[in-house]
C-alpha cells in the first residue's frame, strides 16, 4: 500500500510538473497551461489560461482556445474539418506559446493527421498536417485579427528578416524564408511567375485580410511575427514593421 501510495504521488507530482511547464506567471497576472487528451486515437493538446481576477473574461479565453482545436483548421472552401469521430482519420495535435504579457498572448496549432475521411464538399482529406495560430488581446478577451495587430499593405509584402537570402529552392528539404514574397510565393511582374511564385501581392493581402480563413501568423517569444503559408515560414522581427503595427499592441512589444 505504501509503495502503491507513493507510486500515485510520483505521478501526481510529475502531471504537476507537465502542467506547469508552459506556465508563465513574470508579472503577467495569469497562467499558461497546456492541456491534453485522448479521443478516438487522436492526441490533442491546447493551451488554458488560469489565474486571472475575472473568470468570466478566462472562461471566454478558454473557449476561444479550446475551440482553435476544432475551427482552427480549413479546407479550401474556409470550412472547418476537424472531427475525432472518425478512428481511421487520427490527429496528432501539438501546441505551444509564443509571446505572452499583461495584454497580450499568442497561441500556435499543429498537427499531423493521417489516414482517410470524405469531405461534405464530395472531396476526400488524405494524410495532412496543419499549422496554425490565435492571438488573445488579454484585456478583452477577444481574438486578434491581423488586421486589427497590424495594416497589411504593400510594406508587410516587401518585408522581411534583415537577411534577404535567397532561398534554396534545389534543396532536398524545405528551404529557410527571410523574405515575406518568398514564404508567400508572391511574384510581382509576369516572367518572375514560376512553380516557386504563384500569387500576386493583392491576392495575399485579400487572403491576410480574410477572417474565415486560417489564422496564419502569431507573436513568438522573441517578439517576431512569425507568418505561415502552405508549411512555409518567415519570421519578421517586429522592430522592422512598426510602421504597421498599431500602437496598443506596439507599446506592449516595446516594453
Not at 473568470?55 to 471566454?60: F, I, L, M
Not at 508572391?186 to 500569387?199: G, R
Amino acid at each position: 500500500m505504501k509503495r502503491t501510495r507513493s507510486i500515485i504521488c510520483f505521478l501526481i507530482f510529475v502531471m504537476f510538473i507537465t502542467a506547469c511547464a508552459f506556465s508563465n506567471e513574470d508579472g503577467l497576472g495569469y497562467s499558461i497551461i497546456i492541456k491534453e487528451y485522448d479521443e478516438n486515437g487522436s492526441h490533442i493538446k491546447y493551451p488554458q489560461i488560469e489565474g486571472l481576477k475575472s473568470k468570466e473574461k478566462q472562461d471566454s479565453i478558454n473557449t476561444h482556445l479550446k475551440e482553435q482545436v476544432f475551427l482552427g483548421a480549413k479546407n479550401h472552401l474556409n470550412e472547418p474539418f476537424v472531427d475525432f469521430s472518425n478512428p481511421d482519420y487520427v490527429y496528432n495535435f501539438e501546441s505551444g506559446v509564443g509571446f505572452a504579457s499583461y495584454n497580450i498572448a499568442s497561441f500556435w496549432y499543429s498537427f499531423d493527421a493521417y489516414g482517410e475521411v470524405h469531405l461534405d464538399d464530395g472531396g476526400v482529406m488524405r494524410d495532412t498536417s496543419r499549422f496554425y495560430c490565435v492571438t488573445i488581446d488579454m484585456k478583452t478577451g477577444e481574438v486578434i485579427e491581423l488586421s486589427d495587430f497590424m495594416i497589411v499593405d504593400e510594406r508587410l509584402i516587401n518585408s522581411s528578416d534583415g537577411d534577404n537570402i535567397e532561398p534554396d529552392y534545389s534543396s532536398a528539404t524545405q528551404p529557410n524564408f527571410h523574405r515575406f514574397k518568398d514564404a508567400f510565393m508572391i511574384y510581382d511582374l509576369e516572367d518572375e511567375k514560376d512553380s516557386f511564385h504563384i500569387f500576386t501581392a493583392q491576392e495575399i493581402i485579400g487572403k491576410l485580410k480574410d477572417t474565415n480563413s486560417e489564422t496564419n501568423w502569431y507573436i513568438d517569444e522573441n517578439k517576431n511575427v512569425v507568418f505561415s503559408f502552405d508549411n512555409n515560414f518567415v519570421k519578421i522581427p517586429y522592430n522592422r514593421i512598426t510602421e504597421l503595427i498599431h500602437s496598443q499592441y506596439l507599446n506592449d512589444l516595446n516594453q
